[in-house]
């Protein structure tokens, strides 16, 4: 690891820091601000509006009427296509931009935010954009003189409410399925990151969204959240964050009985056989932890290793996380920025204590860099066993435990043996293997051979309490409509 700590002045223009809601920008209405911090420099970026209670009301009247009676509804789909087009492109000519500000706000190394995030969301959005006229309904034989179909209709005003590990894409996964259906939206972003999606908001009221369509109501989660969750006029929450927050949001859904799709947590298996090309197994293990800072619901966090080719593998992958940047997430050959904030550092750091106390070996890493910004030397642990709060725990930080196993049977049981299913990996050349694997590992989505391989086409969601529905993809769509069934007798 080599750190760079000053951060170059970035060339960055804020210009939204209010609530976006019906097409207007306003303060919030109690007056009140609250400060987006640098996580490099711990200094602060800016004030933004902190909603509340009011300001998710008047943001959810703006979104119900537009829903109902604005021109939306009855717009063609594929005049919504091509707005959504204008949009991603929109995006696309300010992508250096927008990925400064990412960066800025949430400290991920301007190569990730402009090479990745911002390619991903363009991509997610206009995927979207060409579902929007394929929506339909089927036509269905039933008993008796009678046409029976289905249709396939927007849930209507779509509260949306995301996490600051991938602000700008989680909006664009957010969004896309959102607008595509036909929904309007109340979306709250996480209050470490509010600026990129802010931004957005700006930039589909100039391509020509109409007035209430998107709104956006920065401030906090048991308040502006909270309202949300609550609101009667919202018809459905995605989510997109902790399980702890989905339990909450679950029981404050009860009394409007929302529809939920949620997008959690995860203690991610991968799983490397002795067979498996080890130069890239130790890449993807490193990939699939540290990328983003280990900020990933989806993280590779417990490595199960077959035992004859541990040493091999971890002399591989120390090579790798001892040589990772770590430092001024504005400098091009940064690869790993700061954990997002205070909480999320002290947390990570507390979890490297109780990984030493518990008897595991820290191999690499398991210290603060500098004293400014909240860094964290890349982390490797090794006599880890099943039962040690690192080999349980989502840490999201850049703290990796490898595990051992010799039979693939009992492994099998140890990766399924957390209460997260969202994702997992196996390593290997043996095609049985790998599909028996991918069956019986309970998890929403298995990559062999590779890690971390996103597409807007690709559905994405968990297992067990790593969430409910999926994102991205035909089901991202779905989740985003009714189904009515027709019935006319002939
Ligand atoms: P994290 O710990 O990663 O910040 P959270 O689940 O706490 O994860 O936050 C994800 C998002 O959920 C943020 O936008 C946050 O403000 C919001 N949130 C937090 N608590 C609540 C709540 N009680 N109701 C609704 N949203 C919430």
Redesign the pocket.
């Known amino acids: 690891m080599s750190a760079t700590l000053s951060t170059g002045t970035p060339d960055v223009q804020i210009t939204e820091t209010d609530c976006f809601i019906d097409g207007k920008w306003v303060p919030a209405s109690s007056g009140k601000t609250f400060a987006t911090v640098n996580p490099a420099t711990e200094e602060e970026i800016t004030q933004i509006a902190e909603g509340d209670a009011d300001d998710v009301d008047a943001a959810a009247k703006a979104a119900r009427h537009a829903f109902e009676n604005g021109e939306w509804p009855k717009m063609d789909a594929r005049d919504r296509g091509r707005l959504m087009y204008k949009l991603a492109d929109r995006i696309e000519s300010e992508i250096d931009a927008l990925a400064r500000l990412e960066t800025l706000d949430n400290g991920k190394p301007i190569g990730d935010s402009r090479n990745v995030d911002l390619p991903l969301a363009i991509d997610c959005i206009r995927y979207y954009a060409g579902y929007a006229d394929k929506i339909h309904g089927s036509t269905i034989p039933i008993r008796g003189n009678h046409l029976c179909y289905t249709r396939r209709e927007p849930i209507g005003v779509a509260g949306q409410?995301?996490?600051?590990n991938f602000p700008l894409l989680m909006t664009a996964w957010k969004w896309g399925p959102a607008l595509a259906a036909g929904c309007t939206i109340v979306m709250?972003?996480?209050?470490q990151t509010p600026l990129t999606c802010l931004r957005l908001a700006q930039l589909a009221k100039e391509v020509g969204f109409p007035d209430g369509v998107i709104n956006v109501i920065p401030g906090?989660?048991?308040t502006a959240?909270?309202a949300?969750?609550k609101h009667p006029l919202i018809d459905k929450i995605a989510?997109t964050?902790?399980h702890r927050?989905a339990q909450?949001?679950t029981r404050?859904s009860a009394d409007t009985l929302k529809r939920l799709t949620f997008e959690l947590g995860g203690k991610s298996p991968n799983v490397i056989f002795a067979d498996a090309d080890m130069d890239a197994a130790a890449q993807g293990a490193y990939v699939g932890l540290f990328l983003n800072q280990g900020q990933c619901c989806c993280a590779g966090s417990r490595v199960f290793v077959e035992s004859s080719k541990h040493d091999e593998f971890l002399d591989k992958l120390q090579k790798l996380a001892s040589k990772r940047k770590v430092g001024d997430p504005f400098a091009a050959d940064t690869e790993q920025g700061p954990q997002v904030d205070k909480d999320q550092f002290d947390k990570i750091m507390s979890y490297i204590d109780k990984g030493k106390s518990e008897g595991a070996n820290c191999v690499t890493g398991g210290n603060r860099v500098g004293d400014k910004g909240y860094f964290i030397e890349p982390t490797v642990f090794t006599d880890v066993n099943d039962e040690m709060s690192i080999a349980t725990d989502e840490i999201f930080g850049p703290v990796l435990s490898v595990l051992t196993f010799d039979d693939k049977e009992d492994m099998i049981r140890r990766a399924n043996n957390t209460f997260y299913g969202l994702a997992a990996a196996v390593w290997t050349r043996d095609i049985s293997i790998a599909h028996d694997f991918a069956a019986r590992v309970r998890a929403g989505t298995v990559w062999v051979n590779c890690y971390d391989v996103f597409d807007a086409a690709a559905p994405f969601g968990g297992f067990k309490m790593s969430g409910y529905g999926r994102e991205l993809g035909e089901e991202g769509l779905k989740a985003y409509t009714e189904s009515k069934t027709v019935t006319v007798a002939l």
């Not at 409410?161 to 600051?164: G, L, M, T």
């Not at 709250?188 to 209050?191: F, L, R, S």
């Open positions: 409410i995301i996490p600051w709250k972003p996480a209050e906090f989660g048991p959240g909270a949300c969750v989510f964050g902790e927050t909450i949001i404050d």
